[in-house]
């Protein structure tokens, strides 16, 4: 679902994979796995992919209607990691939050 939407979002713009890769530091394949659902993203490059396909994050993330449970589990992994502090985890939680009240 995510990784449709960030395709989604690139088309619109007219960027080809390298392009938008480039643009975030990461492979063109890379960027065609994470379309396709076949890699974890780090939050932070979620993140950084939004704000370069100039969208908010929760018009990539799912809304809690159609989370799955392989959703569940990238959440888990996108919440449980080191690299951010108690803010930035609180600033996600909102945005989910907003999401299932908007779902």
Known sequence: MMGQRIRT???K???TQDVLGEKVRLTRSSIANIELG???VPL???YLIAHTLQVEIFDILPSMKEITTD???LIDHLVNTDE???EQLS????IIKKGLNEG
């Not at 600033?91 to 909102?94: I, T």
């Open 44 to 46: 932070s490059t979620i």
């Open 71 to 73: 959703d569940i589990n």
């Open 9 to 11: 979002y690139r088309e």
């Open 84 to 86: 951010f502090t108690d």
């Open 91 to 94: 600033w996600v939680s909102g």
């Open 38 to 40: 076949k890699q974890k």
């Open 13 to 15: 713009k007219e960027w």
